[in-house]
């Protein structure tokens, strides 16, 4: 049997984003590990992606390029089943969605768009 081209690059494209979010790291949902106070600083060399979150739902973002321009909006977040939210306003449309991470030492692992694994550093900070 003959499948389509874009049938067998969704499968291949799966099976890709299976093999590089595969780490040693334990899953953990949001909840467990607690949103209120923590950090995240994007592992990248190009980018800048940073997040404090508070305990009234509001997270303040950097966002950017290393050594170019940068924005730091007042954004929100919230958990909805797995996955962290963030939005322009308390329960609109998500800017970003983090699904639930992988954790190791202090490094959280975040699948995106089905195959980019993405780094965060994990800190706290006082509520």
Do not use: C, H
Not at 7 to 30: C, E, F, K, P, Q
Not at 70 to 85: A, F, N, Q
């Amino acid at each position: 049997m003959k499948y389509p081209l874009s049938i067998v690059l969704l499968v291949a494209a799966m099976a890709l984003g299976a093999a590089l979010y595969l780490d040693n790291g334990t899953r953990v949902s949001w909840a467990a590990l607690g949103v209120e106070g923590l950090k995240l600083e994007l592992v990248s060399e190009t980018a800048v992606e940073d997040f404090r979150f508070s305990k009234d739902g509001s997270v303040t973002a950097t966002l950017g390029i290393k050594n170019g321009p940068v924005t730091g909006p007042i954004l929100y977040w919230r958990i909805v089943g797995e996955d962290l939210i963030i939005s322009q306003e308390p329960g609109a449309e998500a800017l970003i969605e983090l699904p639930a991470p992988t954790i190791k030492d202090n490094i959280l692992s975040i699948r995106r768009w089905l195959v980019f694994k993405t780094n965060y550093r994990m800190g706290r900070r006082g509520v």
